[in-house]
């Protein structure tokens, strides 16, 4: 089966015509005047002068280029100075033409190498709270097959669930910093050591105001249902969940950039925006995020939230399509204070890899929608750490004691990773933190003189018999985080007490839980390390109990487990 995407002659201004609802009929207009792009055969004649949506407010169709000429201008004067200029439109039927499947596009990494501790003590890596790696998956096994190994990052899989952490004791410090150890289930020889982060809650009411503009991809391979249909769902909660002080603006793109609604709080406003679009055209992603960018730059509110949200399936073709240049320009930005969250749909095109990546240099975050009830998760219930930043540039170092850990790895994180001189370098970039919001990075250790994953070298002997005297520390943990509005990092340190070693246990409870998902996630990546650890073995560990969310990742084991048997895993 191919997916089908639309091409079409007719200006994008035919299809963003107004911000009515899609149940008022349309105006008679000229003949068109413009060309988005040319297919063959030509479309079928368009029908008899059919009419233009009624438009209550003007409506501003701007190429990137002429964008670029009017550098930083007022918003309301582009739109009133191009509205007085803008040719009539006719309606011309879309052309439906295939787009092959199988398009999709992953980064994925290696899993990580075991390190040696008299060689490597030190551990440095970026936080991340991303989740999409988790929902894309999902997406993949409720169609009855295995993800790409390359598409699941088991940290994202992690720090999709949130976990018992203790709550930050008051705001001079925006997260606390919680660590516990277990018996590895995998492997009785080694321990899992668990670091959690989890970031002070705001009230609805205390959160700053918003100024937040929707970037949507409405081009041809935006034409599914689990694409702008859900799209217009995601950001229609979103809409629902506003302060009055907030403004919401939409831009789209197609085969130009878009202003398709003014800044707004007005729910109303802001909905029939949405359902009066529909996809068609090439992609000029590029130029979109330009137009984005500027709308969000012109209504910069001081002390508050200033976002770009791009919806989209990732499959940038026209435009700024070099990966390189796109990251270079969404830093600029990120460097002005606009942030940029990045929200995956769809299948068979999806761009994954553009998706993850900007986000992580918009100082924002990445998710995936492939549900109605994923766009209530991540747009409704965990809006408040998904827009606001109570900590950014957050970074881990953990140094193990060698008279303590003989060898580590570090489950996922594998793009996070940080040189050992990048810590205490307040230029160099890392991840946010936001209101709420949970951050879990498991570690799996081996204890010295037990049997490791490397085999004694020849001449480590003689380090060996070197005398430490912290023989009282498993590891040392250190935070670097900048406040929102800040330039110099401050730092949290922990000790972890050699007692949390020598007590540790089978994991339990929330431990328990994290341990089966961090190992779901490395079973799908085919990390040999896990040996004969199956999906029956992780769907017991996981337990039946908890919330919705926890119960549907026991579900998901079970498939897993059964795809891998029928695939003869």
């Known amino acids: 089966m191919r997916n ?144 790409p190994k390359n598409a699941v990052r088991t940290e994202e899989m992690i720090n999709y669930f949130r976990y018992d952490y203790d709550r930050p004791s008051d705001r001079s410090t925006p997260f606390s910093v919680n660590t516990d150890m277990a018996i590895t289930p995998w492997n009785k020889d080694t321990r899992l050591l668990r670091v959690g982060l989890r970031g002070y809650d705001i009230d609805r009411n205390e959160r700053p105001p918003a100024n937040l503009v929707f970037l949507m991809d409405v081009s041809g391979s ?43 709080n007005d729910e109303r406003k802001i909905k029939r925006a949405l359902d009066s679009l529909s996809a068609g055209g090439s992609t000029a992603g590029g130029a979109g995020i330009k137009l984005a960018y500027q709308i969000a730059e012109d209504n910069m509110i001081k002390g508050g939230v200033n976002r770009v949200i791009l919806a989209t399936d990732g499959d940038f073709n026209v435009g700024v399509s070099d990966r390189s240049k796109l990251i270079e320009m969404i830093e600029k930005k990120r460097d002005t204070g606009i942030t940029l969250t990045t929200l995956g749909f769809g299948t068979g095109n999806y761009n994954e890899a553009l998706m993850e990546q900007a986000a992580n240099h918009g ?71 936001g209101a709420g919001h949970q951050v879990t990075a498991i570690y799996e250790i081996v204890p010295a003189n037990g049997k490791g994953w490397i085999a004694p070298r020849r001449y480590d002997a003689a380090e060996r018999r070197i005398a430490n005297p912290n023989t009282n520390e498993v590891a040392f943990v250190k935070l670097r985080y900048k406040l929102p509005d800040g330039d110099t990092s401050r730092l949290i340190e922990r000790a972890i007490p050699m007692r949390a070693l020598q007590s540790a246990q089978a994991p339990r409870g929330d431990f328990a839980f994290a341990s089966a998902v961090a190992a779901f996630g490395q079973r799908l990546r085919g990390d040999t390390l896990l040996g004969t650890y199956d999906f029956d073995d992780i769907r017991g560990l996981a337990g039946s109990g908890g919330d919705y969310w926890r119960q549907e990742f026991s579900r998901l084991a079970d498939v897993a487990g059964d795809l891998d048997v029928q695939s003869g895993g």
């Open 4 to 147: 089908l995407a639309i091409v079409t002659t007719v200006s994008l201004a035919a299809v963003l015509a107004a911000c009515t609802s899609t149940s008022e009929k349309m105006a008679s207009s000229g003949p068109n005047s413009e060309t988005i792009a040319e297919v063959s055969p030509p479309p079928p004649p368009p029908p008899a002068t059919p009419p233009l949506m009624s438009s209550p407010s003007p409506v501003a169709v701007v190429s990137a280029d002429q964008f670029a000429l009017r550098g930083t201008v007022n918003t309301e004067n582009v739109v009133n100075s191009i509205s007085r200029t803008m040719p009539e439109y006719r309606y011309v039927p879309p052309v439906i033409v295939p787009v092959p499947d199988d398009r999709e596009q992953y980064d994925g990494k290696e899993v990580s190498p075991v390190k040696v501790v008299s060689a490597e003590p030190v551990s440095t890596f970026s936080v991340d709270v991303d989740t999409g790696a988790y929902a894309n998956t999902r997406r993949f096994l409720t169609q009855g097959q295995m993800p």
């Open 222 to 264: 935006m034409n599914a249902q689990d694409k702008l249909p859900l799209v217009k769902t995601a950001l229609a909660g979103l809409a629902g969940e506003l302060l009055p002080q907030d403004r919401v603006s939409i831009v789209v793109y197609a085969g130009a950039a878009g202003l398709v609604l003014e800044p707004t």
């Open 363 to 433: 100082n924002g975050n990445y998710a995936y929608i492939d549900s109605a009830l994923e766009a209530k998760k991540v747009l409704g219930d965990e809006m408040q750490s998904t827009l606001f930043t109570i900590a950014k540039d957050v970074k881990i170092q953990v140094e193990f004691n060698p008279a303590a850990v003989s060898q580590y790895r570090l489950i996922g994180y594998e793009n996070r990773l940080l040189r050992e001189e990048d810590f205490d370098n307040d230029t160099v970039d890392a991840g946010e933190i």
